[in-house]
């Protein structure tokens, strides 16, 4: 899936070079992959999209939850999870991707499922009736709504004893929050990913809600993190403090070693003397 800050990344350049183009060809599901998701038969998508021009492109922020990306093509609506990329008139195009869309100039639109992703499709002329898991239900950390007092709810809906990564980084709690933009988010909470929910003081609790929106808000500012791609293959201006890139590196404020250790189906990185694991 791609995080938060990138699909604002995406959709804005999406909007900036896609908009006004015609689709000629539409090809879905060209190599089978198993975690690939479409609506209805991927062998469709020609003959829904061939001849529709793209006209707009969101984060994810008028169907579907945080997380995606919305590209409208007239009438059609498509809901991608996966990275993005475009690719200008003659250049080289990936050897597999899940959906490529051809444009009436040459240049070329395509994605590629990383670990599993969704390229759905569907008619706005109706109710768009999305997937579970894609339905817009909530706020996103970037809307005002998304304030301390539904933070403070969206703890109260879980067990106390979680940790403060399954918290953030699972379920889905907080649609387009994942393992990737977990770290810099403890870091700058000064908490580590182990740490139980209520072994937090009140001002370290706070503490974390305000590294949530300032964090991400950085990371969507930067046009998406370092360790991620934008739509021309380009990695995002946002430099991460906690990721492969800096493992090799001291902690920014400390000085001390930074940590790498699997846990919750992903890397936590974290400085075990910013982020002690006991308080
Ligand atoms: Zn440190």
Not at 27 to 47: C, E, N
């Amino acid at each position: 899936m791609i995080e938060l800050p990138e699909a604002y990344t995406l959709a804005k350049q999406i909007g900036e070079t896609l908009v006004g183009k015609t689709i000629i060809n539409a090809v879905a599901d060209s190599q089978h992959h198993v975690f690939a998701w479409y609506t209805d038969d991927p062998k469709l998508y020609g003959q829904k999209l061939n001849g529709k021009k793209i006209t707009d492109a969101n984060p994810g922020t008028g169907y579907s939850c945080g997380g995606n990306t919305e590209i409208l093509c007239e009438d059609m609506l498509l809901v991608i999870s996966t990275p993005i990329r475009y690719h200008a008139p003659s250049t080289k195009l990936p050897k597999s991707h899940q959906l490529l869309l051809e444009f009436e100039d040459g240049s070329h639109m395509s994605c590629t499922v990383q670990m599993w992703g969704a390229m759905l499709l569907f008619p706005i002329n109706g109710e768009v009736i999305l997937p579970d898991g894609f339905t817009k239900k909530c706020p996103s950390p970037y809307d005002d709504a998304f304030d301390e007092s539904y933070f403070d709810s969206l703890r109260q809906s879980v067990k106390p004893t979680l940790s403060v990564k399954a918290f953030l980084a699972t379920e889905q709690r907080i649609p387009g929050f994942g393992n990737g933009v977990l770290h810099d988010v403890l870091f700058n909470a000064r908490i580590h990913p182990k740490r139980k929910l209520n072994t937090l003081s009140d001002a370290e609790f706070a503490a974390l809600y305000h590294s949530v929106k300032d964090t991400l808000k950085a990371m969507r500012d930067g046009g998406g993190r370092d360790t991620e791609k934008d739509l021309f293959g380009n990695a995002g201006g946002y430099h991460t403090i906690l990721s492969s890139k800096t493992l090799a590196y001291q902690c920014p404020v400390c000085g001390d070693g930074l940590k790498r250790e699997a846990y919750l189906g992903g890397n936590i990185y974290f400085c075990p003397t910013c982020q002690p694991l006991v308080k």
